[in-house]
């Protein structure tokens, strides 16, 4: 079954905004992870959080997550044009060695 | 560069055709992974292995043969697709299936005719 299934389906803002994305879940999880997709490639990892964290940083990344409503926050500050892509949020589910991802919301920082 | 090597990036395949994807990894991981990414649809996992063994196979059809030689190299062999079965193919790698972190290879994008 779906777990994550991130909001906006689709973003777009001008370079040096912030851009923010949103992840819901359904059940229990170990851990949350956000990664990239540029168009047509594969998936990088950006950042993990785990169902005891509330906050994560990595650079220009910031990620939150609510295990009372299920649910995280990707923020990117200052966005750059090569931010363009595809993010996805991933779950982790207790007991489960599955990662469960959802559709994703496709980024388009416009120079 | 992952450490995740797919080939090919492209093929193209009738539906009478059989085919095999590639996937190496230089990782050192335990656990590979076979996804399946379709248009406006969440990634897919079909297929999981650790240490050269399935240990999920998540109802995918038999058109769809996994094979895992060793830890480092892992197969996807296709036999009479359809034309819905076209997608991108994503192989992942992990230390572990308990290891939370997945290293994606760039795909191999499969188009049915």
């Known amino acids: 079954s779906q777990q994550g299934e991130e909001d906006p389906q689709a973003l777009s803002i001008q370079e040096g905004e912030n851009a923010t994305m949103n992840c819901s879940y359904k059940?229990?999880?170990?851990?949350l992870q956000w990664y990239r997709q540029n168009s047509g490639r594969g998936l990088v990892h950006l950042i993990l959080i785990r169902s005891n964290e509330r906050e994560k940083h990595s650079g220009r990344l910031r990620v939150t997550l609510d295990t009372s409503k299920k649910s995280s926050s990707l923020l990117i500050t200052a966005s750059r044009a090569a931010d363009t892509a595809s993010y996805f949020c991933?779950?982790?589910?207790?007991?489960?060695?599955?990662?469960?991802f959802g559709k994703g919301t496709k980024l388009s920082v416009i120079p | 560069e992952t450490g995740v090597t797919q080939t090919p990036r492209h093929l193209v395949m009738g539906m009478t055709n059989k085919k095999s994807l590639k996937c190496e990894q230089h990782l050192g991981h335990n656990a590979m992974y076979w996804y399946k990414q379709s248009a406006k649809k969440p990634l897919e996992l079909m297929f999981v292995y650790s240490l050269e063994e399935r240990v999920e196979n998540n109802s995918v059809p038999s058109r769809f043969s996994p094979e895992c030689p060793n830890s480092s190299h892992l197969f996807l062999h296709l036999h009479t697709l359809q034309p819905e079965d076209s997608a991108l193919y994503l192989c992942?790698?992990?230390?572990?299936?308990?290891?939370?972190?997945?290293?994606f290879g760039q795909g191999t994008r499969l188009t049915v005719v």
């Open positions: 059940t229990s999880i170990n851990n």
């Open positions: 992942a790698s992990s230390p572990g299936v308990a290891s939370p972190e997945a290293f």
């Open positions: 991933a779950t982790h589910g207790a007991g489960s060695y599955q990662l469960t």
